[in-house]
């Protein structure tokens, strides 16, 4: 048995080796080396030079960053709660089946899977003063993208509907999940409509509300291609969010140190947000229906 229970383990190990191996160079690689990174003063073309904390302190008193941090907090706000509840609605819409659900289905998708420079290559155009769709459909010059105050829900909206799609499948699949017992036994006990969703459908859905606000909140925290091609981080700051920093310090100031840096940071607030999320659902989730 012990032999048996060897050559398993190696041949198991023989086949995770190509998986771990990509994780191993693709992903936790760069980690260290961006902490590595992250620790030196280097322009991509003199020798990287040690400067330990410096960057650290240089990032955390710089103002462009706590502006970054800020747009970025205010740009998941707005995009969280709307994804999240206009998934859910398209979910419970589409988990009727009524005619023509299935052609929805993949109508709510094809936004998520196009490539997000793409999109905001298009959204552009449409936000456009001049010549774009939007002004021409309402007949009123509109500055979505040069207002301080417009710009930032204009590039939300259009992550927004990008998303949607992605968190109405989830959603979906959670509804499908539901046992039909359960609504039988609610409608016989003479529950309405609102009282089954809210004692019944919205409990049970849970684990994948966690698992939507957990990739939602990493996905807008790393936003960058929508936010590049509509706006490059304008007007004067007002949609520059940590990845749009990120790119600046590393491809337009070369300073590949405080860029890594910012990365770190970046990382450390997922962790935190993703920590607190979890300890705000551990008590609140149930997975047995039985």
């Given at each position: 048995?012990?032999?048996?229970?060897?050559?398993?383990?190696?041949?198991?190990?023989?086949?995770?080796?190509?998986?771990?191996?990509?994780?191993?160079?693709?992903?936790?690689?760069?980690?260290?080396?961006?902490?590595?990174?992250?620790?030196?003063?280097?322009?991509?073309?003199?020798?990287?030079?040690?400067?330990?904390?410096?960057?650290?302190?240089?990032?955390?008193?710089?103002?462009?960053?706590?502006n970054s941090v800020l747009v970025t907090a205010f740009f998941v706000l707005i995009v969280i709660p709307v994804q999240t509840v206009l998934g859910l609605v398209a979910a419970l819409l589409l988990n009727r089946r009524l005619p023509g659900s299935s052609v929805f289905r993949v109508v709510y998708v094809i936004p998520w899977i196009c490539a997000p420079?793409?999109?905001?290559?298009?959204?552009?155009?449409?936000?456009?003063?001049?010549?774009?769709?939007?002004?021409?459909?309402?007949?009123?010059?509109?500055?979505?993208?040069?207002?301080?105050?417009?710009?930032?829900?204009?590039?939300?909206?259009?992550?927004?509907?990008?998303?949607?799609?992605?968190?109405?499948?989830?959603?979906?699949?959670?509804?499908?999940?539901?046992?039909?017992?359960?609504?039988?036994?609610?409608?016989?006990?003479?529950?309405?409509?609102?009282?089954?969703?809210?004692?019944?459908?919205?409990?049970?859905?849970?684990?994948?509300?966690?698992?939507?606000?957990?990739?939602?909140?990493?996905?807008?925290?790393?936003?960058?291609?929508?936010?590049?091609?509509?706006?490059?981080?304008?007007?004067?700051?007002?949609?520059?969010?940590?990845?749009?920093?990120?790119?600046?310090?590393?491809?337009?100031?070369?300073?590949?140190?405080?860029?890594?840096?910012?990365?770190?940071?970046?990382?450390?607030?997922?962790?935190?947000?993703?920590?607190?999320?979890?300890?705000?659902?551990?008590?609140?989730?149930?997975?047995?229906?039985?």
């Amino acid at each position: 048995m012990n032999t048996l229970a060897r050559r398993e383990a190696r041949t198991g190990c023989l086949l995770l080796a190509p998986s771990l191996f990509g994780v191993g160079v693709f992903l936790i690689l760069p980690v260290f080396v961006v902490l590595a990174l992250s620790l030196t003063q280097w322009n991509l073309i003199s020798p990287a030079r040690w400067v330990g904390l410096a960057n650290f302190r240089d990032i955390l008193t710089d103002p462009t960053v706590g502006n970054s941090v800020l747009v970025t907090a205010f740009f998941v706000l707005i995009v969280i709660p709307v994804q999240t509840v206009l998934g859910l609605v398209a979910a419970l819409l589409l988990n009727r089946r009524l005619p023509g659900s299935s052609v929805f289905r993949v109508v709510y998708v094809i936004p998520w899977i196009c490539a997000p420079l793409a999109l905001g290559v298009v959204w552009r155009w449409i936000f456009d003063p001049s010549d774009g769709a939007l002004n021409a459909l309402t007949g009123q010059r509109v500055e979505w993208l040069s207002s301080p105050v417009l710009a930032l829900p204009a590039v939300a909206s259009v992550t927004v509907w990008s998303q949607v799609g992605y968190v109405t499948l989830f959603f979906l699949a959670g509804l499908n999940a539901i046992p039909d017992q359960l609504y039988e036994a609610a409608r016989i006990d003479g529950a309405g409509s609102r009282q089954v969703f809210w004692r019944i459908t919205l409990p049970l859905l849970r684990p994948t509300t966690f698992f939507v606000l957990v990739t939602g909140v990493i996905s807008s925290f790393q936003v960058f291609d929508t936010v590049y091609a509509m706006t490059k981080g304008g007007p004067a700051g007002h949609t520059e969010v940590i990845a749009s920093r990120i790119y600046y310090e590393a491809f337009e100031a070369f300073r590949l140190g405080r860029a890594a840096a910012l990365a770190v940071l970046l990382f450390v607030l997922l962790v935190a947000v993703t920590v607190g999320q979890q300890l705000y659902f551990r008590r609140r989730i149930t997975y047995d229906l039985s």
